[in-house]
């Protein structure tokens, strides 16, 4: 091992993982600093660790707690001396090259977070406790860029200046999850780059569901809600996240003065929002005051609309967003600085500046819902 690191075991109630992990740390590093971080557990590891030799350093908790992993992680880098530190679970047991791969990757990003993964196997015949599912995401190439979403606090490192200016929130403390992805989605908003590192491997060793675990499964989704709440972004069961986005929708459109429907008229509203409708839509079906209609539009992310005037306020705003045509040309009415939807250029009118009193309604002339929220998709979410 080439660089220092202080590696911070945060633990509560797992004794027997605890033992094998702190052993194999000392095993693969006999000079490195390692911390033990403990929520004052109950179990026999404060006697343990008193008497192992094992730890540079010990924190425990003054009183039994409740799950307090973001307050035992702050209090554990606290203590480090080293630049570098690396974030253990009690039951993630490292590989045999380990420190190597933090070696060689910060020696490539020095100022990136290293996010390690859980082995397939067990060589050893340790039970593990899960097959890690972002090794189905990625190549296995030694490392590979990544989300901020992909980064599970149980086996990572990061140079503790990163740290010191975006510590764990202790908010989320008492219940499990999403403490790990309120820490990585800061510092991404810093432009602090994310790597999956494969060879960082740890088994996630198998154990019994302590107290604690039990307690916190009942109030498992409150950090979720406290998250998504926090950062406008829906995140289901860890997978890739959405951000939820401000949607402003002008789909009003007068009808003919001879009382037949506009030809501009889209006739899938209702499907095209329903896909849309984890997002936070507005409407505009009235004429507005210029003022009211500016502030509206700047307040969104992007916009749909048809065919009209909307578009090409938007755009004296400086504000993009999708047009959908019909029978008329976004080549003559539309501006490149949207995206500008035509289904097909054979329902085209023949004279596009002659009021279409006699054009008949054509649905058959419209792309469809599916193909326009894939363009958005693409183009804004």
Same mark, same amino acid.
């Given at each position: 091992m080439n660089q220092k690191y202080s590696i911070i075991i945060c633990s509560f109630n797992k004794l027997d993982a605890l033992k094998l992990v702190a052993a @194999?740390?000392?095993?693969? *590093? =006999?000079?490195?600093?390692?911390? !033990? =971080?403990?929520?004052? *557990?109950?179990?026999?590891t404060i006697e343990w660790a008193k008497n192992s030799k094992l730890f540079s350093k010990i924190h425990i908790e003054k009183s039994p707690g409740n799950y307090r992993l973001n307050t035992i992680r702050n209090s554990g880098i606290e203590l480090a001396s080293n630049e570098y530190i690396i974030l253990l679970d009690a039951d993630c047991l490292?590989?045999?090259?380990?420190?190597?791969?933090? &070696? &060689?990757?910060?020696?490539k990003h020095p100022l990136s977070v290293a996010i390690g993964i859980t082995n397939r196997a067990s060589s050893d015949g340790l039970q593990i406790k899960e097959v890690d599912k972002r090794l189905s995401i990625y190549n296995n190439d030694k490392?590979? @860029?990544?989300?901020w979403e992909l980064c599970f606090g149980g086996n990572i490192g990061f140079k503790k200046i990163l740290?010191? $200016?975006n510590k764990f929130d202790t908010s989320y403390d008492g219940y499990w999850g999403f403490e790990d992805l309120d820490f990585s989605i800061r510092l991404s908003k810093q432009n602090i780059n994310f790597y999956l590192c494969f060879d960082v491997k740890v088994r996630?060793?198998? /154990?019994?569901i302590c107290s604690q675990s039990k307690d916190f499964k009942n109030g498992e989704h409150r950090n979720r809600d406290m998250f998504e709440k926090r950062y406008s972004i829906r995140f289901h069961d860890r997978g890739e996240p959405s951000i939820i986005k401000k949607i402003l929708i002008s789909k009003n459109v007068k009808a003919l003065r001879n009382g037949n429907q506009n030809p501009k008229d889209y006739p899938y509203w209702d499907q095209l929002i329903k896909l849309l409708s984890e997002h936070n839509i507005t409407f505009i079906d009235r004429e !507005?005051? !210029? #003022?009211?209609?500016? $502030?509206t539009i700047l307040d969104c992310d992007f916009f749909i609309s048809i065919d009209s005037f909307f578009q090409h306020y938007a755009w004296s705003v400086n504000k993009k967003g999708v047009v959908i045509f019909s029978v008329t040309d976004p080549l003559i009415f539309g501006h *490149?600085? /949207?995206? #500008?939807?035509l289904k097909d250029r054979k329902y085209l009118r023949k004279n596009q500046f002659l009021w279409m009193e006699n054009e008949s309604y054509n649905i058959d002339a419209f792309e469809s819902p599916e193909n326009i929220f894939q363009i958005i998709k693409l183009k804004f979410l």
């Open positions: @194999k740390v000392k095993q693969l *590093s =006999s000079e490195s600093e390692l911390i !033990l =971080s403990d929520d004052h *557990s109950t179990d026999g490292p590989e045999d090259y380990f420190f190597k791969g933090y &070696d &060689d990757f910060f020696k490392c590979e @860029k990544c989300g740290w010191i $200016n996630h060793l198998e /154990h019994e !507005l005051p !210029l #003022n009211e209609l500016k $502030n *490149s600085f /949207h995206v #500008n939807v």
